[in-house]
């Protein structure tokens, strides 16, 4: 069902085109039904659509949407390489393709927030050197650092027009944007505004920019008030003709504090049309249909009081007065009893409790309270990640590999990172107290040789009694996630006499101090417990009933480290509303307003509310949440599952992971000089000067080029839906004579041809479900120089499907029955096939 605000964009929005969308108004289905209809109507074609959305899993649920559209509409069009993403991914896509072949050509690895700010620790002598750096930064060193050269990048400030500055604050600045920049270049590294810097390098390029636009028919960005200045440009950058349509709402705008400026969406119209000459049209999305119009009508009137201007944001007509109302936050029992209440209305994962972060005590008391009396709890914010046997006992066997013991407690800590090192090394005091005579782990610690990488130990520890022992879900997923800071710190770290030390006493520190680890994914859920999360987490969510806690929350002012006047277009007060606002629209049926509030803003607010809800007038239903839709590919997917469905769990589910072998680095590399020569800012003479000082790829190149393969493509991903999983795939070449080719690197190794045949036969059944004619299938092997033509006879479509059924049931994920596949794989000791 379309309302005539949606049906105006859908069946005729005039580009370019602003689209405010109240919370609950189907903006993600006006998203998708205008895309497929632009497709539908032959206005632009499907892999020529270019969408960013805020987050990983908004780009995964709009792609799927999309996908199934069009499967229902019979419309058989070109899926290939379709641009659906957040703005870091899809920049790193575009960056792949259109980089100039330099020294800095091969993908960085990409370093997250808790790295970065070891990094700049392990660094911090470098800075302490710059000229100012006392007067400028005197507490927090690393998070100002990090701010430092984050605000430049995404204010889109010319690092070069703060060196010569008569201002010492914007030289400071210049030399630790310079310092920093320098240390990520030497370890090979990009953090996510690198990114995004490079991208928008890229398309101010007048050749390689306008190689960009010439490949895209339509853009569309999501939640644009969520967009800072660097995203502002490279959106603008993108278009050409005016062929952008923006989605976003001022109110719910939440990240000023991280650079977004809402004012990139209020003020879209007069900056596009500066930016291109084309004047743009505006629509409004205004119905709700996720809220009672109680809920609708409170959180109007609540933003209202803050922007003094009239939201036209309007409910269905079910006006309920039971839908919100206020309760007594301390009064646990009472809690207990209404969620209990709730619980034989609806499954517990239809109802969240929202606050505005974890800092306070209140939340995690209410936790263990609601466990006590049976109530499951998912929170997504936890701190007990560290508290779980199966990561303390790799802390303490990490630990004593470091030398770190004894650890001293004697002294009175000081400062808030005095308090919060103290509290890192009562922890691990207590662990050593536990674990320190358990003669199966002090037998462990001593059988490991100097030298082992902190992953590789994670892996042999698998071997122990415990976790030969454990069952629980949970726990492989805690032991993957902790597997990923180890495989992380191998990349980053050099392996020195201080290798396992500086993992425990730094490193690890950091994910301790910033809470940077959590039991649960952000879209964990579980139908039998109740959510608990901050309320920038719900962004983009709704449940049935939400229960709002604001705790000692007030308005709070953020300043970038060059805003010098300190006042800007940033409002805290009005952000202050917004994210409560926010909160609000996310109940359905019910909203709670817990009255522990400090702030006069939210007292006034629940004045107007009444104590009680008489939960019999408000029409319930109880929903399981629909699962997403699996994404399976060949590789990553159906041939690791064919080789070991335990593995697969484990690396898949579990999200184990190893450090990559120079080999697989090798492999990757041949890959994108292959995607560079079949691509449009391919230059000999580059190449030519590349290999010169990158001998170790002449080769493989040479013998490549001596093919002279008719390519139409490379590196060309494909979708295709089936119904109950998405099949996905990236085909190396595409050639003039529809042939298909995978290239690899290596020896011609015959356990693993047969796998490598059946690859691409998968990728021969995509193309075909894609409607496109496949001709040959190949395989050519680089640094032999030795072509494989695949007959039919391996994967057919059914099979893949049965294989891709099992997987998303959940079916048979034990060992394989084939020792002769354990070889090499990191599991062993788990499996004691060692």
């Not at 084309?278 to 999305?285: A, I, P």
């Not at 320190?436 to 892996?459: A, H, M, N």
Request: with cysteine; glycine share 6%; proline share 2%.
């Amino acid at each position: 069902m379309k309302n005539i605000h949606q049906e105006k964009i859908i069946n005729g929005a005039k580009l370019p085109a602003l689209v405010i969308a109240g919370p609950g108004t189907g903006k993600t289905h006006t998203l998708v039904e205008y895309v497929v209809n632009s497709i539908k109507k032959g206005d632009v074609r499907a892999n020529r659509v270019l969408i960013t959305t805020f987050t990983k899993k908004a780009a995964r649920e709009v792609t799927r949407r999309i996908l199934e559209r069009l499967k229902e509409e019979g419309l058989d069009r070109d899926l290939s390489n379709m641009m659906v993403g957040n703005f870091h991914s899809l920049a790193l896509d575009f960056i792949s393709k259109y980089k100039n072949l330099d020294d800095e050509f091969f993908t960085g690895k990409i370093i997250g927030t808790e790295g970065e700010e070891f990094l700049v620790n392990e660094n911090i002598e470098k800075f302490r050197a710059i000229e100012g750096y006392k007067t400028f930064i005197q507490y927090n060193d690393a998070k100002t650092i990090l701010d430092i050269f984050s605000g430049i990048i995404n204010s889109v400030i010319d690092p070069l027009s703060l060196k010569d500055s008569d201002d010492p604050r914007e030289v400071f600045a210049y030399e630790v944007y310079s310092t920093y920049e320098k240390i990520l270049k030497d370890k090979g590294l990009m953090n996510f505004q690198l990114i995004l810097k490079t991208f928008l390098d890229i398309l101010s390029d007048e050749k390689r920019g306008e190689m960009i636009r010439d490949k895209i028919d339509l853009v569309i960005i999501d939640e644009y008030q969520d967009t800072n200045l660097i995203q502002e440009k490279i959106a603008m950058k993108l278009t050409r003709n005016g062929n952008i349509m923006v989605f976003g709402d001022d109110d719910q705008g939440l990240y000023s504090f991280r650079g977004a400026d809402v004012n990139n969406l209020l003020n879209f119209a007069d900056r596009f049309e500066e930016y291109s000459g084309k004047k743009v049209t505006s629509y409004r999305l205004e119905i709700n249909y996720r809220s009672n119009d109680e809920i609708v009508t409170r959180a109007k009137d609540f933003i209202k009081a803050a922007t003094k201007t009239k939201k036209d944001l309007m409910g269905l007509g079910d006006r309920n007065p039971n839908s919100i109302v206020r309760a007594r936050a301390n009064e646990t029992d009472n809690l207990i009893k209404i969620v209990k209440i709730l619980g034989e209305k609806i499954n517990l994962g239809q109802i969240a409790f929202l606050f505005p972060s974890f800092n306070n005590p209140y939340p995690k008391d209410l936790e263990e309270s609601f466990e006590k009396a049976g109530i499951g709890v998912i929170n997504r914010k936890s701190d007990r990640f560290f508290n779980n046997t199966e990561i303390e006992i790799l802390v303490f066997i990490l630990t004593s590999l470091g030398g770190i013991y004894p650890i001293d407690l004697d002294y009175s800590p000081y400062t808030y990172e005095e308090r919060k090192y103290y509290e890192y090394k009562a922890y691990l005091k207590e662990i050593y107290d536990k674990y320190s005579s358990d003669r199966e782990l002090l037998d462990f610690i001593k059988s490991i040789k100097e030298g082992t990488l902190i992953s590789e130990v994670i892996y042999r520890a698998l071997g122990l009694s415990f976790y030969q022992d454990l069952r629980d879900e949970r726990g492989f997923s805690n032991i993957g996630k902790f597997m990923g800071l180890g495989v992380d710190y191998d990349e980053l770290v050099d392996k020195d006499e201080d290798f396992f030390r500086k993992f425990i006493s730094s490193y690890l520190y950091l994910y301790f101090k910033n809470k940077g680890l959590s039991e649960y994914e952000e879209d964990s859920y579980d139908k039998d417990a109740v959510n608990f999360m901050t309320i920038h987490q719900a962004k983009g969510l709704e449940f049935d009933v939400v229960f709002v806690s604001s705790l000692n929350d007030y308005p709070r002012s953020s300043f970038s480290f060059l805003d010098k006047d300190r006042k800007d277009d940033k409002d805290p007060e009005l952000d202050f509303y917004r994210k409560y606002y926010t909160a609000f629209t996310r109940a359905k049926k019910l909203l709670v307003i817990l009255d522990n509030s400090r702030d006069v803003r939210i007292k006034n607010f629940m004045r107007g509310l009444n104590s009680g809800s008489d939960i019999r007038t408000i029409d319930f239903l109880r929903k399981d949440r629909e699962e997403e839709k699996k994404v399976l590919a060949f590789t990553s997917d159906i041939d690791l599952y064919m080789t070991c469905p335990m593995k697969y769990k484990l690396i898949r589910e579990n999200n184990f992971r190893m450090v990559k072998t120079e080999s697989l680095y090798f492999g990757s590399h041949i890959h994108e000089l292959v995607e560079y020569i079949n691509s449009e800012v391919y230059e000999k003479e580059d190449l030519y000067k590349f290999l010169v000082k990158n001998s170790d790829y002449s080769l493989s190149l040479s013998n490549y080029l001596g093919r002279s393969f008719d390519v139409r493509a490379s590196e060309v991903n494909y979708k295709a839906d089936r119904d109950f999983y998405i099949l996905q795939g990236t085909i190396d070449l595409l050639l003039e004579d529809s042939s298909i080719m995978d290239l690899k690197t290596g020896n011609i190794d015959k356990d693993s041809l047969g796998s490598y045949k059946n690859q691409v036969l998968t990728y021969k059944n995509l193309l075909r479900l894609n409607k496109e004619e496949v001709n040959k299938t190949y395989l050519y092997f680089v640094e032999k120089d030795e072509l494989i033509e695949v007959e039919d006879g391996g994967m057919a479509i059914d099979e893949i499907d049965s294989i891709a059924r099992k997987i998303v049931d959940g079916e048979d994920f034990d060992r394989t029955k084939e020792p002769s596949k354990c070889k090499l794989c990191p599991f062993i000791y788990y499996c004691k096939r060692s």
